[in-house]
């Protein structure tokens, strides 16, 4: 009986939750934090809880269609994860291996057009995970329903300084000038396909740092994080739903503040640009959704 409640309990929130959700972020990226300790606490091995939260992972997916998040982004495998145990290590390529092709195949992925790429010094890699990734690049290329990038072998600084020696050496060879280096170049220098500017960063497992994750698409645009206790494989619907709504009053307050220094800039005109200033309250409140004062500016 009690489990019941707790079960109605939990769909009664979830529902309260996604009426407050208005919309959602184009692009989420998951540190996925806790596999370890979700498995250890439990008494079991480490690649058990591997196991449970790769089942969180696809569950994701599901949500991310649900709720119209065009790109996420995972980060399943950090250059610093080759520092621990080599059994670990295997258990975690073997399982990378093993999704890789079920994500590839599966019907769900094809019917939703989903994009599957790696992202990442996937060189370092074993060559059966590197076989599955060129196997699922294969399958989903030129999809664009929705894009999954996972991210193995990544290091955010491995991948800057990849791109800045990428271009010293174009200076270097005459093909670009100094002048020539803008964040199109960089952005193109990074991944060999378009990733999108981070909206929204989730953290698991209750660690509040972002671990050198997409240092470029998310401080670019400087985007929201939200960090959560429960471990991986605990991740709910729930708490992604929190996330979102986290971002979405962050995106509010900006919006607000961003319109407030432009009234006061408005205001601060001469009365020869009263006429301009009203067109431009007047723009400003048809794109964006919060409330602007209703004074007029100074004489």
């Known amino acids: ?68 998040v065009e790109e996420l982004t995972l980060y399943a495998f950090s250059t610093e994860n080759f520092e621990r145990p080599e059994e670990q290590q295997e258990h975690l390529f073997d399982l990378l291996t093993e999704k890789l092709h079920e994500f590839a195949d599966a019907d769900r992925v094809h019917d939703r057009r989903v994009r599957v790429r790696a992202i990442g010094e996937t060189d370092r890699l074993p060559p059966r995970v590197r076989d599955a990734i060129a196997y699922a690049d294969r399958r989903t290329r030129g999809y664009d329903g929705f894009t999954l990038n996972v991210a193995l072998a990544y290091g955010g600084r491995a991948e800057l300084l990849g791109a800045a020696r990428d271009v010293a050496r174009s200076v270097q060879s005459g093909d670009l ?26 953290r698991t ?26 471990y991986w494989p605990e991740f709910s619907k729930i708490d992604f739903l929190r996330g979102i709504r986290t971002y979405q ?21 001469g009365s020869a640009e009263l006429d301009d200033a009203r067109a431009i309250i007047d723009r400003l409140r048809a794109r964006h959704t919060v409330d602007l004062p209703d004074e007029e500016p100074a004489d």
Not at 15 to 41: K, M, W
Not at 206 to 230: I, K, M
């Open 1 to 68: 009986m009690r489990d019941w409640l707790r079960r109605r309990v939990r769909a009664g929130y979830e529902r309260l939750l996604s009426r407050e959700v208005d919309g959602a972020p184009e692009h989420v990226a998951v540190i996925q934090d806790g596999n370890r300790r979700y498995a250890r606490e439990r008494g079991d091995e480490a690649t058990d809880g591997y196991q449970a939260g790769a089942r969180t992972t696809e569950e994701m997916l599901d949500w991310c269609a649900d709720l119209g």
């Open 177 to 202: 000038t100094p002048d020539d280096v803008t964040v199109d170049e960089i952005q193109e220098r990074l991944h060999p396909d378009r990733v999108r500017d981070v909206d929204l960063i989730i």
């Open 205 to 230: 497992g209750g660690d509040e740092r972002t671990s050198n994750f997409l240092p470029w698409h998310a401080n670019g645009s400087e985007a929201a994080v939200y960090f959560c206790a429960p």
């Open 249 to 269: 009053a962050r995106e509010k307050s900006w919006q607000r503040a961003r319109l407030e220094r432009a009234v006061a800039l408005v205001r601060a005109f």
